[in-house]
Structure formats: structure tokens, C-alpha cells
């Protein structure tokens, strides 16, 4: 396979790469002709940068498409196995690994139980246990964009640490300890924003350009997408949402401070509350007979909608709960929407409040996705 050619100049690559994407969006198999007429191209251009990409082993000739009559065109499709990213997760007690190919569909996953972690050795085992992962299901590092780490916590850019992880116990950790044992290209986000990037980047073209991600897991974080970018703030601390305050003086909450959205609506409250498992919290409760869990859970879903109507006064758009919890709610949508409409100023319903596709390792997807996502971008 060749690399290939640098471009002559900027506008070429561009158009090189208006033709990669639209091959790359398309469902099925896409023609010279079609993609002549969609872009509004040459056909001499066309035939040239499919001779490119092809020669570079980026995309196929793809399934011969129907057409009424006549000689059949040949259409094409992106070779979605040339490269891959890595996500791994970081939570108290789990190590996770996940392989995305270039279309998004998972290659690998390992699940790994860790008995306890010590800050300075992160970095070790994440990269000893990479290369198992990498080994077992015979992923070639020359194709891997890289790896992108997930953890719940909140950094600090500036000075390159993890400022403080409550679920995780730490505190102002350097990144690059957990960064340096991993011989490849490393980034670390924080699980709130990699999740609702998979969340936006996946259903980008149909989601309006402004969403907000409430992630619920045994934290509460969360993103926000404007004008089809995120917006991270100048901090890096922009949709922090469980850090938000809903009831003054409230519950203690693991950042030290009171009456925080985490403190009422994390996975941990109900877990940690009542010594079970938050699968066999929603058990009992679907049974309707433990009035205990059931004054319980309408505290949660009173709190998440003061949380919810207040990310909607701020950002007006549409809200996506998203993390595990969230796999929970169906049954509980039509209340909680209920509670967030009663406090909207502005509307009667809240329609706007929605379920996330990917309840489950949306965190992983997200941190490899940054990359396909550049990679794509730059072809
Ligand atoms: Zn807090």
C-alpha cells in the first residue's frame, strides 16, 4: 500500500478529502457520477482522487451497484479496517479496553477487575494490560492512531494533572505519570466529555448542532456541543453539571461541597445508600412494594429535573442523558419529564430531555473516536 502523496496544495487536499468523507458517510457503494454530481466535480477530478485513494488502500470498489439497464457503475466504498483507535476506561475497580475500526464498530473489548489502584502505578498497568489487548486480538500498532484514556475526573490543562477524581481517590495527580509507561499517542479525557462525544459524533447528522450530555454514573458529568463543536470552557470544566447546585445546604457531596446534582442523583447514592447493586435497586423498585425505594427514586428524578431545567434555562437545546444509569430510565421518562415541564418558564412540555443510544461504554467510544475523527478530517 502506498502513502499517499502529499498533496500540491491545500485546495486539492480539500477536495480529495470532500470525496473521502462523502464515500465515508455514504451507506452503500457510491459511483463516480454520483459523487461528479454531489459535489459538483469533474469527472477527470473525480477519477483522478479515486485513483489516489485507492492506490492508498483507503477505499474499495464496493458492491456493484443496481441501474436500470446498461453497463452497471462500479461504486466505492471506504476500507474501514486500515486504522483503528484504542479507548480505555479508568473507574474505581475496572480497567476497560475497546478497538474501533474507522466506521465505528468495535473490534475488541476486555473488561478487566483491578484490586486497587496506586496513582503512581496507573500508567504501569494500563500499559501492560494494552499490550495483552493488542496481542489477543491481533491488532497491528502500525494501523493504531492512537489511545485515548477515560477516567472520571477533573483536570487541570494548565498544569497537565487530574485535579481531583472523588470515585477514583485522587487528587492533583500528574497525567503524565499514567501518560509516560504507554509507548504510543496518548490522550486522557474525562469520561463525561468522551461519552457525549460518542453520543454527538455518531448521530452527528441528525442531532441538532447544540446538545447538552448528562452523564449519571457513580459521578455525575457531563458535555456540551455548540454550534456543532464542543465547547469545553476555558478550564476544561464546561458541563461539570454534577457540580451544579440543586438543593442549598443539601447533601454532602464527594467534592466536599453541599447539595450538588451528584450528590443526589449519582448511581452511588442509591448503591452506597442501600448496600445493593443499582441493577437490584431498579428491580424492586419495577415491583412497587418498597415504599423506601420508591420515596427514594422520586427524590432522584425531583433533583435531576431542578438539574435538567437548569441546563435548559442556560443552554436551550436539547438535553441527552446518557452513562449506565441511564439504561434505567425508560420507565421513569414520562415523571421526569413531568417534573422538568413543571419548572419550565418557557414551555409545557420537555420534550428536549432524551435518552442516549449508547448507555454502555460511550466513554471508550468517545476517546477513540477523537482520533478518527482527526484522522478523517486531515485525509
Ligand atoms: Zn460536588
Redesign the pocket.
Known amino acids: 500500500m502506498k502513502e499517499l502523496r502529499v498533496p500540491v496544495t491545500e485546495r486539492r487536499r480539500i477536495t480529495r478529502n470532500r470525496i473521502y468523507n462523502l464515500i465515508y458517510e455514504s451507506r452503500l457503494p457510491l459511483s463516480k457520477l454520483e459523487i461528479s454530481q454531489t459535489l459538483g466535480l469533474s469527472l477527470p477530478t473525480v477519477y483522478q482522487n479515486i485513483t489516489e485513494l485507492l492506490n492508498a488502500g483507503l477505499i474499495e470498489v464496493g458492491q456493484v451497484q443496481r441501474s436500470r439497464g446498461g453497463r452497471r457503475p462500479v461504486g466505492y466504498s471506504v476500507v474501514s479496517n486500515v486504522k483503528f483507535a484504542v479507548g480505555i476506561s479508568i473507574t474505581a475497580g475496572k480497567l476497560r479496553f475497546l478497538a474501533s475500526d474507522l466506521k465505528l464498530k468495535e473490534l475488541a473489548y476486555k473488561n478487566i477487575a483491578i484490586e486497587s489502584f496506586e496513582s503512581e502505578d496507573i500508567g504501569k498497568q494500563v500499559a501492560k494490560e494494552l499490550e495483552k489487548f493488542l496481542d489477543a486480538n491481533r491488532l497491528h500498532r502500525n494501523r493504531m492512531l492512537g489511545v485515548g484514556i477515560t477516567m472520571p475526573a477533573v483536570m487541570d490543562e494548565e498544569k497537565d494533572e487530574v485535579k481531583l477524581s472523588p470515585t477514583l481517590r485522587m487528587h492533583n495527580i500528574s497525567l503524565s505519570t499514567i501518560r509516560e509507561p504507554i509507548p504510543y499517542t496518548t490522550h486522557i479525557e474525562n469520561d463525561g466529555n468522551s461519552g457525549g462525544f460518542a453520543e454527538w459524533f455518531e448521530s452527528r447528522h441528525t442531532v441538532g448542532s447544540n446538545i447538552a450530555y448528562l452523564y449519571l454514573e457513580n459521578g455525575v458529568g457531563g458535555t456540551v456541543f455548540i454550534n456543532g463543536a464542543q465547547y469545553f470552557g476555558e478550564n476544561k470544566r464546561s458541563g461539570e453539571f454534577?457540580?451544579m447546585c440543586v438543593e442549598p445546604n443539601g447533601l454532602l457531596?464527594?467534592?466536599g461541597?453541599r447539595g450538588?446534582l451528584?450528590?443526589y442523583c449519582s448511581a452511588l447514592r442509591i448503591s452506597k445508600k442501600l448496600g445493593i447493586t443499582v441493577e437490584e435497586f431498579f428491580n424492586e423498585l419495577k415491583k412497587g412494594n418498597n415504599v423506601d425505594y420508591q420515596v427514594l427514586w422520586q427524590d432522584v428524578l425531583e433533583h435531576l429535573a431542578i438539574g435538567i431545567n437548569n441546563i435548559h434555562v442556560m443552554l436551550d437545546c436539547d438535553i441527552i442523558l446518557g452513562g449506565f444509569l441511564s439504561q434505567y430510565l425508560e420507565p421513569y421518562m414520562p415523571e421526569l419529564k413531568r417534573l422538568v415541564a413543571e419548572k419550565d418558564t418557557f414551555e409545557d412540555n420537555a420534550d428536549y430531555v432524551k435518552l442516549c443510544r449508547y448507555p454502555h461504554r460511550a466513554d471508550m467510544m468517545g476517546v477513540a473516536w477523537y482520533y478518527i475523527k482527526d484522522y478523517i478530517e486531515k485525509i
Open positions: 454534577g457540580h457531596c464527594n467534592c461541597k450538588c451528584e450528590a
